[in-house]
């Protein structure tokens, strides 16, 4: 079931809005339509319902669909008021530049990372990860990171709804091996990516967590195998410890509401 499908004509229009977003291009009416569930009468009234209200934006000389202003300014609002993004900021900054490597900032949406940041190498490498996009769990550092430290029946749910392509030869492929990579991450309390979403693209991965062990996201040091391995990435795990514990308690005395009501009621 897609997300949102059970939540009326909302979750409906916010499904619509998502598959125009994803095409990463602006798209005509006929290209949402040969992958929306929905019946044309059904897709058309909600692509004019997001436009009247400016989530989308309709360009009359093409007849192309793409993302709207009104969109564009809550995404901004968003990124400013509820993610780790803002907090982060300074803290994958100084992480980079002691590195020298790209640094990713993520969270979890559903059952999949969203990259809410990303810091370049002093030397950048072409790679899937951007901030905005959303990647697989099972096969990146930062997802692996962050599975492995969620409660057993939210882990357990997210891990059945990984898809468990096959990427690259070093691709985890199914469940049971995830598990046991994940156990590993919870002794180690850090993770590797070993070329398993796209090859020669190696990372070490750290989740973040709040001081009552609750999971708020992930971040990552990324390289190549052209210029390093995992044994020398290893050795930044340190420097990402002390930049995770960092954000987390920027954070939770920024927004995260579990804590302060923890504050409030001495637990």
């Known amino acids: ?73 809550l995404a901004h609002a968003a990124w400013q008021q509820s993610s780790l993004a803002q907090v982060a900021s300074p803290y994958l900054q100084e992480l980079s530049e002691q590195t020298g490597e790209t640094v990713h900032l993520a969270q979890l949406d559903s059952a999949q990372v969203l990259y809410l940041d990303k810091r370049n190498a002093k030397q950048p490498v072409e790679m899937y990860s951007q901030a905005g996009k959303v990647g697989p769990a099972y096969c990146t550092g930062v997802g692996k990171a962050m599975m492995a430290f969620l409660p057993d029946a939210e882990a357990e749910k997210v891990i059945g709804q990984q898809s468990f392509h096959i990427f690259t030869e070093h691709t985890l492929a199914n469940a049971e091996a995830l598990k046991e990579e994940l156990a590993e991450i919870r002794e180690h309390g850090y993770g590797f990516d070993r070329e398993e979403h796209e090859p020669g693209i190696i990372c070490v991965a750290m989740p973040i967590l709040t001081e009552r062990g609750r999971l708020i996201g992930a971040m990552s040091v990324t390289s190549t195998t052209d210029r390093t391995n995992l044994a020398s990435l290893e050795k930044n795990v340190p420097l990402l410890k002390t930049a995770a514990d960092a954000i987390s308690r920027e954070a939770q005395r920024w927004s995260f509401p579990d804590h302060q009501k923890q504050q409030a009621t001495g637990l």
């Open 1 to 73: 079931m897609s997300r949102g499908s059970g939540d009326g004509t909302v979750g409906k229009a916010l499904e619509v809005l998502e598959e125009v977003a994803n095409f990463g291009r602006p798209v005509r009416f006929n290209d949402v339509l040969a992958q929306s569930r929905f019946p044309k009468p059904t897709l058309y009234r909600l692509i004019q319902t997001l436009t009247n209200q400016g989530m989308l934006d309709f360009d009359p000389e093409r007849s192309t669909y793409a993302p709207g202003a009104r969109l564009v300014r």
